[in-house]
């Protein structure tokens, strides 16, 4: 039975309700003043995508005959969902700056910017999952093994939440105008940049071993693959900060003997990896 939502009743009404109540939030954005104000905002902030997100579930084209569907995969959930945050802020900038001076415009403007950062991060992350073989399924011979591969570790995410920490406690704590200032400079510029370092290392990086090759692939949108001869590798070096000795991760500094070098963050017990590598040698 397809259980696609676009042919569930309510999902129609749920697309109408959640439009109807972003056009209320943000008339009473300019009804009402003070901390009211700025609750209609951030209501329209929620249910404004959360629209678009909806109709677009429910209407975006998808391929026919593909048999019985149980039904919208993630991968499609999570690029029409990064599509309609991007939307929603675009639409807002853009409004916003149009209508710049007028009460309409600046209640845009601010609503774009709020919805900035989450549709940047999860567009990356849509760009980050897109269908990509492994390294070694492309790079390397049938009879080739694969002996080890690394993990990396979640707490490559550990500054993207020290910012995200931060900014929730200047923005409602008692700072003033510096905290709010200081909060958006962190929301709109340091969050999206620490996000889509961490996605880029956790969700892209490979690090892969046979008993002759080193086989590495970092980066997000630009993809950085090498494909090294064991023996080439001079030395490998373990930088691990307190919350790595403590978690148990860290990077990899690589030294070839040609003079080139590079690294690998957020490898899970990296000291254990350069042992690895070297019982090859």
């Given at each position: 039975m397809?259980?696609?939502?676009?042919?569930?009743?309510?999902?129609?009404?749920?697309t109408y309700a959640l439009a109807i109540g972003a056009a209320i939030a943000l008339i009473g954005t300019f009804l009402v003043w003070g901390e009211g104000a700025f609750g209609f905002l951030l209501a329209f902030v929620v249910l404004f995508p959360a629209a678009l997100i909806s109709a677009l579930m429910r209407w975006w084209p998808t391929h026919a005959a593909e048999g019985v569907r149980s039904g919208l995969d993630w991968r499609r959930r999570l690029n029409i969902t990064a599509l309609g945050l991007a939307i929603a802020s675009i639409l807002c900038l853009v409004i916003g700056v149009a209508w710049f001076g007028t009460a309409p415009g600046t209640?845009?403007?601010?609503?774009?910017l709020m919805l900035l950062p989450p549709a940047v991060i999860?567009?990356?992350?849509?760009?980050?999952?897109r269908d990509r073989n492994r390294l070694a399924e492309t790079m390397l011979e049938?009879?080739?093994?694969?002996?080890?591969?690394?993990?990396?570790?979640?707490?490559?995410?550990?500054?993207?939440?020290l910012v995200l920490t931060v900014t929730l406690l200047l923005a409602v704590g008692p700072f003033g105008t510096v905290g709010y200032v200081i909060a958006t400079v962190l929301y709109l510029i340091v969050l999206p940049g620490t996000a889509a370092y961490a996605l880029s290392t956790f969700l892209n990086t490979e690090l892969e071993l046979t008993p002759?090759?080193?086989?590495?692939?970092?980066g997000l949108v630009v993809r950085t693959t090498r494909v090294l001869e064991r023996?080439?590798?001079q030395a490998v070096g373990v930088y691990q900060r307190w919350a790595g000795r403590v978690l148990g991760y860290g990077r990899l500094s690589f030294v070839c003997k040609d003079g080139s070098g590079f690294k690998v963050p957020g490898v899970v017990d990296p000291e254990g990896v350069r042992q690895i590598i070297h019982q090859g040698y």
């Open positions: 397809n259980t696609d939502t676009r042919n569930r009743p309510w999902g129609r009404w749920l209640m845009l403007l601010v609503a774009g999860l567009v990356l992350l849509a760009i980050s999952t049938p009879y080739e093994e694969i002996v080890y591969q690394a993990d990396i570790h979640w707490g490559v995410f550990l500054p993207t939440i002759q090759k080193l086989i590495v692939g970092t023996d080439r590798i």
